[in-house]
T-cell receptor, first 122, second 115 residues
Framework: GAVVSQHPSWVICKSGTSVKIECRSLDFQATTMFWYRQFPKQSLMLMATSNEGSKATYEQGVEKDKFLINHASLTLSTLTVTSAHPEDSSFYIC??????????????????FGPGTRLTVL | ELKVEQNPLFLSMQEGKNYTIYCNYSTTSDRLYWYRQDPGKSLESLFVLLSNGAVKQEGRLMASLDTKARLSTLHITAAVHDLSATYFCAVGMLNSGGSNYKLTFGKGTLLTVNP
């Protein structure tokens, strides 16, 4: 249980275009989802915390107008990279924090990670 | 600002040997996580350590937490090739609303187990 999916798994786009990445919790409801970015051979850096029905909280240094986050339902959050540039090429990973779910088998304070989306901007 | 330091960053070991990965962090926390990441893949949760003195074991991996020393260790016993991966520790800090733990990751340890 506690499965998180991401779509697409990889995307190649031209510089200046926008790309939308979806993050879904498949078998549980997540009032909070997190978006991370990972550059090659580096660690994960938290970009923003996405709360259902409210504005996302961005980490310092992350441009909110460039990385648009929408958390429209308890199972879906989207990250849109607007006017993408080559320096935005990265591995984007979402995670979902369990609120209600599989009793006795999941923990409120555990984040379940999606499989990631590899973005390449040409 | 919370800092999480892992060492070593690179570890090459022979099958059958034992080794320990260390994770130090700078601010008091009661949540410490260990994850495994295979190349091109996302994170797999290994352990969640919730209290001082916590010890958890799964197969050849054992994790412990000393909150007073702000130190967690991931011990590998009799390594096998399948354990080759990057291992991350992450420290959880409760957000301002008190509803969720925000994770700060270490830089990761790239483990290579050689036959």
């Amino acid at each position: 249980g506690a499965v998180v999916s991401q779509h697409p798994s990889w995307v190649i786009c031209k510089s200046g275009t926008s790309v939308k990445i979806e993050c879904r919790s498949l078998d549980f409801q997540a009032t909070t989802m997190f978006w991370y970015r990972q550059f090659p051979k580096q660690s994960l850096m938290l970009m923003a915390t996405s709360n259902e029905g409210s504005k996302a909280t961005y980490e310092q240094g992350v441009e909110k107008d460039k990385f648009l986050i929408n958390h429209a339902s308890l199972t879906l959050s989207t990250l849109t990279v607007t006017s993408a540039h080559p320096e935005d090429s990265s591995f984007y990973i979402c995670s979902a924090s369990l609120v209600v779910g599989l009793a006795g088998r999941t923990r409120r304070d555990t984040q379940y990670f999606g499989p990631g989306t590899r973005l390449t901007v040409l | 600002e919370l800092k999480v330091e892992q060492n070593p960053l690179f570890l090459s070991m022979q099958e059958g040997k034992n080794y320990t990965i260390y994770c130090n962090y700078s601010t008091t926390s009661d949540r410490l996580y260990w994850y495994r990441q295979d190349p091109g893949k996302s994170l797999e949760s290994l352990f969640v350590l919730l209290s001082n003195g916590a010890v958890k074991q799964e197969g050849r991996l054992m994790a412990s937490l000393d909150t007073k020393a702000r130190l967690s260790t991931l011990h590998i016993t009799a390594a096998v090739h399948d354990l080759s991966a990057t291992y991350f520790c992450a420290v959880g800090m409760l957000n301002s609303g008190g509803s969720n733990y925000k994770l700060t990751f270490g830089k990761g340890t790239l483990l290579t187990v050689n036959p």
